[in-house]
């Protein structure tokens, strides 16, 4: 099984942003080729300082770009379910179904607060409308 390195974490999580390489390079301050080169995997350890102005550019902790191992509470602005289906290797699902995953549970996290904000006594009325069986 080949293992996935930081570069890998990092195209799968600009990807999630829709960034550019060019895009996460200005806003990391690095150079494009750079984030080329580590995302091919000719960079096998860009050290923690590159690694921190990655994680702060992509909105992702540290942790989630140094080891995917170390997921709960970690994320800053996705949500920990989120990042940690984004983080498992592509052995384990494939970046369209990780995608397809992360709609999916948005979807039910959103038709969730819709319920919660209608209330009971207003959805209740809602069911009363309907015409009977």
Not at 81 to 97: G, K, M, N, Q, V
């Amino acid at each position: 099984m080949n293992e996935e390195g930081v570069g890998d974490r990092v195209r799968r999580f600009r990807r999630h942003r829709k960034l550019t390489q060019q895009a996460l390079a200005d806003i990391a301050g690095v150079d494009k080729g750079y984030i080329s080169r580590l995302e091919a995997g000719e960079i096998a350890d860009p050290g923690i300082e590159l690694v921190e102005r990655l994680a702060n550019a992509l909105e992702v902790s540290l942790r989630h770009l140094a080891d995917p191992r170390w997921y709960a509470g970690e994320t800053r602005s996705l949500p920990d379910w989120e990042a940690a289906i984004l983080a498992l290797p592509a052995s384990c699902l494939t970046d369209e179904d990780k995608d397809a995953i992360v709609r999916f549970v948005r979807t039910i996290i959103a038709a969730k607060k819709t319920v919660l904000v209608l209330g009971a006594a207003e959805l209740a009325g809602r069911f009363d409308s309907l015409a009977p069986i």
